[in-house]
């Protein structure tokens, strides 16, 4: 139909244009349970707020791939003070200072991270 159409079968919508998509199941009963908690409005205000309003946090943060890698290798180190404590009951100090100094990047890395995200809005 042409839009001059659409007005003139359906003269006293304020919304003349109908919007559809599928969903899976999963994301339908998905669907239902975030309507629900919204305060059980109806399901086509709902999509239409949310698509209107609503917005896609993608984030791509740098930060937490670096502290995943911190995370690994400190982990790495942690597992060798142990087999080497079980060993010979004893550890470096150099050992602990370099896993605290690790621990305390890591630390500083999400605080970052947190404040960044605090601000999204």
Request: proline fraction near 2%.
């Amino acid at each position: 139909m042409e839009e001059n159409e659409i007005e003139k079968a359906e003269p006293n919508r304020n919304r003349s244009r109908q919007v559809k998509f599928w969903v899976s199941k999963e994301e339908y009963e998905l669907l239902q349970k975030k309507r629900e908690a919204a305060g059980g409005v109806n399901q086509g205000a709902y999509i239409r707020k949310m698509v209107l309003d609503g917005y896609i946090v993608n984030l791509d943060i740098p930060e937490l791939k670096e502290i995943i890698r911190l995370l690994s290798i400190t982990s790495n180190n942690v597992n060798q003070m142990a087999r080497q404590l079980n060993r010979n009951n004893t550890i470096y100090p150099q050992e602990l200072t370099e896993v605290e100094a690790q621990l305390e990047q890591i630390y500083k890395l999400l605080r970052k991270v947190m404040r960044g995200i605090s601000k999204i809005k």
